[in-house]
């Protein structure tokens, strides 16, 4: 432990981040003074990327977190650790340092090295219940190197205290950040309400009076990338609210994450703030992705924000949020359109009555409004994104089949742009997961397979396991489907102004969905008169090779491509080859998270490379032009 100079700060600074410090120079200012305080190295830790059998985390703050074998896949900005972080930067004199396994795609080893490099005296770790048994290994090890002072939080501690007290020095129930200021102030930990076993829960926090969140360690905009969030832009996850007035039976966030449900929107000035130093930190930023529970709690405030963005100038931002149908009008999506908004995602989950009704679904379960206001959205050029699970308490397979057929219309009517599914997964601590285990129903509790998405835990006479699955993976084929929905541009007419030497050879990566890719292949064809190589994995060889305009596939293996894994033999057969043009079709608009692919092109000694995006536009992959804010289309 060390010690260090600290100066206390002037509480009445109205920016909450912003710190003011003053000296002392008479004994007539009493209220600021400079003191010497024993500080301490305080680890704050998403959890562990890549767990003992080799899946990749994708650990969401107030939902159920999945995992996937795919390493390249995003991961979700841990806002509520996040706050924390920035929090205890704030309001005390410790050094604080915030690591994500999840971003970095840390495995155990790995992540125990890089933290400790730091030798964290205390270390805050958010679990959740898909990753507890990679975070609590991750904990022990480092507690065991260092003395480590272990503060255990999230969705798991919360459910099982006990269970996870035999290894965490603390544990701390529901909502965390200002409890975990209280244990590193040095406050009496029996009148620190929240952590256990005081099972007295703090009211919640006001959201006004946090600072932004952990922006130094980590970037921001380091988690935006391809894939789900299936964002189209270049976005920064932030929140305008925190929490939701609703409480479905297998939801995280009403049922754990806070004591009841509520509801809490920041106040729209405060929102702005963030919204302009995000902005002028980033002017490569394109948009905003508003990932909280719920952006719309009630209409007044939706009303207030939007005129709150266009009136400061920041409605040339797009913005991707998180919505409940339950609050929304045509007035409100007026509004959102008017102020840059562009995909509103909401939570549909099911078409099946008897569902609607065993999740609890309340206000969120209306399908006859649902269309009628995707149908107004998308006349006013708004995009839509469905979440939808299978198999949730009350579903049946008739259920679910009716969610089948309703995705299936949402997509014939061009009202769904883009769509998540889900088993529905019953989370410890959820009335869901009560119910099943109480009933019998639960099947499997290795806490590695709660993961909805991979594995169906709750087997049910009525409706088994095995249909659950069925029905998820008929569902899963619809993305095909929604893909080749939404893309139905071509490239044709812009390859023209691509110039190409008469004996120049051309190669395609495959980097986006196969429609896509065979319209790209047959555009230059037609425009070039010439065949094209693709690069692609063996997965689609059979199919690539049935296209005529397709003369020679060249396969690197069946991952996504990653510098890391791509064979340093293709690089060189490549380079060797040296393509006049090298094309990348993207699946998004701006081409946001393609950076790997992009390094492993200019690896390859291609002279020349475009890539493709979903609306058909074709760029000069050197020379883009302004990648920011300004080229986005209105």
Not at 158 to 185: G, H
Not at 492 to 504: E, I
């Amino acid at each position: 432990m060390s010690f260090r100079l600290f100066l206390t700060e002037n509480p009445s600074f109205p920016v909450p981040e912003k710190r003011a410090f003053k000296l002392l120079y008479s004994s007539n200012e009493p209220s600021t003074t400079l003191v010497q305080r024993k500080y301490m190295k305080v680890a704050v830790c998403n959890s562990v990327g890549i767990d003992a059998d080799g899946y990749a985390m994708i650990h969401s703050p107030s939902r159920w977190t999945n995992s996937t074998k795919d390493h390249s896949i995003f991961t979700y900005y841990p806002w509520q650790l996040a706050y924390c972080s920035s929090i205890l930067k704030r309001d005390t004199d410790h050094e604080v340092k915030f690591f994500d396994g999840c971003l970095d795609k840390l495995d155990h080893d790995a992540f125990v090295e890089k933290v400790s490099e730091f030798a964290p005296d205390y270390l805050v770790m958010d679990c959740a219940t898909r990753t507890i048994d990679a975070d609590s290994r991750f904990g022990i090890e480092i507690k065991r190197r260092f003395g480590t002072k272990l503060i255990f939080c999230g969705p798991h501690p919360t459910t099982f205290p006990e269970e996870v007290s035999e290894y965490a020095d603390f544990v701390i129930l529901r909502e965390y950040e200002m409890v975990v200021l209280d244990i590193l102030q040095g406050k009496n930990h029996q009148d620190i309400m929240g952590l256990w076993p005081n099972t007295n829960i703090r009211p919640p926090l006001d959201v006004n009076n946090l600072p932004l969140p952990e922006d130094d360690d980590v970037s921001r905009l380091d988690y935006g990338m391809p894939g789900e969030p299936s964002s189209e832009y270049l976005e920064i996850q932030a929140y305008a609210s925190r929490g939701c007035p609703l409480s479905c039976t297998f939801c995280v966030c009403g049922n754990i994450s806070y004591q009841r449900p509520n509801w809490r929107p920041r106040n729209p000035e405060n929102v702005v703030y963030e919204l302009q130093t995000l902005r002028d930190k980033y002017p490569q930023l394109e948009g905003i992705f508003f990932d909280e529970e719920v952006h719309n709690g009630s209409k007044k405030y939706i009303l207030e924000l939007t005129k709150a963005i266009r009136e400061n100038g920041l409605d040339d931002l797009k913005y991707d949020v998180m919505c409940g149908q339950w609050p929304m009008d045509e007035e409100v999506l007026d509004n959102m359109k008017g102020a840059g908004y562009y995909m509103v995602r909401l939570g549909i989950e099911t078409a099946g009555e008897h569902a609607a009704k065993g999740m609890e679904l309340q206000r969120k379960f209306n399908v006859p409004k649902l269309k009628q206001l995707m149908e107004h959205g998308t006349n006013i050029g708004l995009k839509f994104y469905g979440t939808f699970t299978f198999g949730g308490e009350g579903s049946t397979d008739d259920c679910d089949k009716r969610t089948l057929d309703l995705i299936r219309e949402l997509l014939d009517r061009e009202l769904l742009w883009r769509f998540q599914l889900s088993i529905s997964t019953p989370q410890p601590g959820t009335p869901f997961f009560n119910r099943m285990k109480e009933q019998g129903h639960l099947k499997d509790l290795d806490w590695k397979h709660f993961d909805g998405g991979n594995h169906v835990v709750v087997n049910r006479p009525e409706y088994p396991a095995e249909k659950i699955m069925a029905n998820f993976r008929e569902a899963e084929k619809l993305y095909e489907v929604g893909f080749n929905q939404r893309y139905k541009a071509t490239a044709q007419d812009n390859f023209k102004s691509v110039q190409l030497n008469q004996d120049g050879e051309i190669i395609l990566f495959r980097s986006s969905r196969m429609k896509q890719i065979h319209d790209v292949v047959d555009s230059l064809h037609n425009q070039f008169k010439k065949p094209v190589t693709v690069l692609a994995q063996s997965a689609v060889e059979r199919e690539l090779r049935k296209n005529p305009n397709i003369n020679e596939v060249l396969l690197y293996g069946d991952t996504h491509f990653n510098q890391k894994t791509f064979p340093d033999s293709m690089v060189g057969k490549l380079r060797k080859k040296s393509y006049s043009l090298g094309v990348i079709p993207f699946n998004n608009i701006s081409g946001n998270g393609y950076s790997e692919i992009k390094a492993i092109a200019k690896q390859s000694g291609i002279q020349k490379l475009v890539a493709v995006n979903i609306e058909g536009k074709v760029f000069d992959l050197e020379n883009p032009g302004d990648f920011g804010r300004a080229h986005i289309p209105g």
